[in-house]
């Protein structure tokens, strides 16, 4: 019922799950929240600009009745911090299960 592989799979899924959401909370909430406050009916005119410089992407927020907000970060940047913990949790776990899978077999006695 709970063997090795399904609890590492396991292990694997909820630790990527909760360090998505933890990076969507920390990266993504000042930026939901300026967008929130320039979309409201009450902030006046607003203005909200996505560019994409090179490699940097580029968001600004505005508004006449709010402070405006704007952040940039590489894709590059960006790439890692979704993909790199993932892939680092994930080797490591194989890396367990090989180092387990490894053991030396004893030579059968005569």
């Known amino acids: 019922m709970f063997s090795r592989d399904k609890w590492s799979r396991r292990v694997l899924l909820l630790a990527c799950a909760a360090y998505w ?3 969507l909370l920390v990266l993504l909430g000042p930026p939901l929240i300026a967008g929130w406050r320039v979309t409201r009916p009450d902030a006046g005119h607003g203005a909200i600009n996505a560019s994409l410089d090179g ?3 580029n968001i600004s927020m505005s508004s006449a009745h709010t402070a ?3 952040g ?3 894709l ?3 790439s890692l911090l979704i993909a790199g913990p993932p892939i680092v949790l994930w080797l490591a776990l ?3 299960r090989q ?3 490894m ?3 004893r030579a059968p006695r005569q």
Request: proline share 4%.
């Open 68 to 70: 405006s907000w704007s």
């Open 55 to 57: 490699a940097m992407l």
């Open 103 to 105: 053991a030396p077999l």
């Open 72 to 74: 940039s970060i590489g």
């Open 21 to 23: 959401a933890v990076l």
């Open 94 to 96: 194989r890396g367990t």
């Open 99 to 101: 180092r387990d899978s």
């Open 76 to 78: 590059w940047t960006l």
